[in-house]
């Protein structure tokens, strides 16, 4: 009977992310996503009279001398895209001064995989801590997109720190054709990563999505507190109203926030940054309208 409730609860879950997103989706990311990821290229479809207004370049001048009336080909957007999510699901990510980062991430990666799942396009997913822990391959169809949003938010990782590296070489290896990569992390890990992400933006379309909480920037001043690193175990008692503590803490998470950017700009991927108490929808909204300015 336990299990029996668990389970209804974890679907109903699953349903409000997926009830939640769809309004995301159908009012923002659909017309966004197609327009900003396009397909491999285009492919010849049919021909069709010649109408006040259609390109000259596209006239089929065979068919036209045969008919003697001038004729255009027509063309559609060659799709079958591939969307990865490389989701974090290490220990750091079930911080959180309001809701955990992990089940907002999952929110973000649902919509994501939603609009893929609008235009068609195949949808995997990749859960990593030090290692990579589950890995889907890339299907379509809501079916298996509920099945990720579950994984995503209720599977339990064997291990607890992170390995941004690790998961990026999985990918690398895994297919040569090109593909959409979302990185959905909090990207507090200490490795440097920026040799596997160069080599995964060298062969696929790579965005990264930082999530931050604004406590893990800003202490607040409560006095002396016990803190413990979800990843590592290592405790440390702190005195959160020095001010000059505070400040040098403050400085330290900018500065480090700083490089993560830095890396980010070298290799060419696009980064976005979003606080979990605010709406991700206003940060990934201006992603793809700038992306968007940018490929026109």
């Not at 679907?11 to 923002?28: A, H, M, Q, S």
């Not at 699901?89 to 994501?112: M, Q, V």
């Not at 959409?180 to 379309?205: G, M, Q």
Request: aromatic share 10%.
């Amino acid at each position: 009977m336990k299990n029996a409730s668990r389970t209804k609860e974890l679907l109903r879950n699953v349903r409000r992310v997926e009830i939640k997103t769809k309004r995301l989706v159908d009012g923002l990311l659909q017309g966004a996503y197609h327009s900003v990821f396009k397909g491999r290229g285009i492919e010849f479809s049919d021909v069709r009279e010649y109408v006040v207004g259609d390109d000259i370049r596209n006239i089929d001048w065979k068919v036209t001398a045969r008919f003697n009336v001038p004729y255009v080909k027509e063309f559609v957007e060659e799709r079958d895209l591939t969307l990865y999510i490389l989701f974090d699901i290490s220990a750091s990510g079930l911080f959180g001064s309001t809701r955990e980062k992990r089940y907002i991430a999952a929110e973000i990666a649902a919509s994501l995989m939603f609009a893929a799942l609008r235009n068609n396009d195949n949808v995997g997913l990749c859960l990593f801590t030090d290692r990579v822990e589950l890995f889907f391959k890339p299907r379509k169809g809501r079916k298996h997109v509920m099945r990720l949003i579950r994984d995503m938010l209720y599977y339990e990782p064997l291990h607890r720190g992170t390995s941004l590296s690790n998961a990026m070489m999985f990918i690398s290896k895994l297919t040569k054709r090109r593909c959409i990569v979302f990185i959905i992390s909090d990207f507090l890990s200490n490795e440097d990563f920026e040799k596997p992400l160069r080599l995964l933006r060298h062969r696929h379309d790579v965005i990264a999505i930082c999530l931050r909480d604004v406590r893990e920037v800003e202490l607040p001043d409560v006095g002396y507190v016990e803190i413990e690193d979800e990843e590592t175990g290592e405790q440390m008692l702190i005195d959160t109203s020095d001010p000059d503590f505070r400040k040098e803490y403050a400085r330290i998470m900018i500065e480090r926030d700083k490089s993560i950017a830095e890396v980010m700009k070298r290799c060419k991927v696009d980064f976005i940054k979003i606080f979990t108490h605010e709406r991700f929808e206003v940060p990934i909204k201006r992603f793809f309208m700038l992306r968007e300015k940018r490929i026109r």
